[in-house]
Nanobody
């Protein structure tokens, strides 16, 4: 099994910054894609940003230029630096990872439990 643990959420004023971290552990042979989704109250989950093993990134239009995704492949960790935060960024942020499990080489998709980021106006 593969587990993801997030940290770094909190309360910040509009214009401020937060940095989320997510560490993957367990029976991991290889992680391919990692990234972040978010779900605001009453809204559907949406992709925020993703990053490949090679460092290619993609972002939702709503966060381009404000958020930066990065990863440390050696530590199976993905980060989300969120700057110039807006009240509409308030949501629970979930990290994900997809790859292959050790021994069996079974593909996996794992999710973190979620980190709440609240941006006050």
């Amino acid at each position: 099994q593969v587990q993801l643990v997030e940290s770094g959420g909190g309360l910040v004023q509009a214009g401020g910054s937060l940095r989320l971290s997510c560490v993957a552990s367990g029976s991991i042979f290889r992680i391919n894609g990692m990234g972040w989704y978010r779900q605001a109250p009453g809204k559907q989950r949406e992709l925020v940003a993703g990053i490949t093993t090679g460092g290619s990134t993609n972002y939702a239009d709503s966060v381009k230029g404000r958020f930066t995704i990065s990863r440390d492949n050696a530590k199976n960790t993905v980060f989300l630096q969120m700057d110039s935060l807006k009240p509409e960024d308030t949501a629970v942020y979930h990290c994900y990872a997809e790859g292959l499990e050790y021994y069996s080489s079974t593909p996996f998709v794992a999710w973190g439990q979620g980190a709440l980021a609240t941006v006050s106006s």
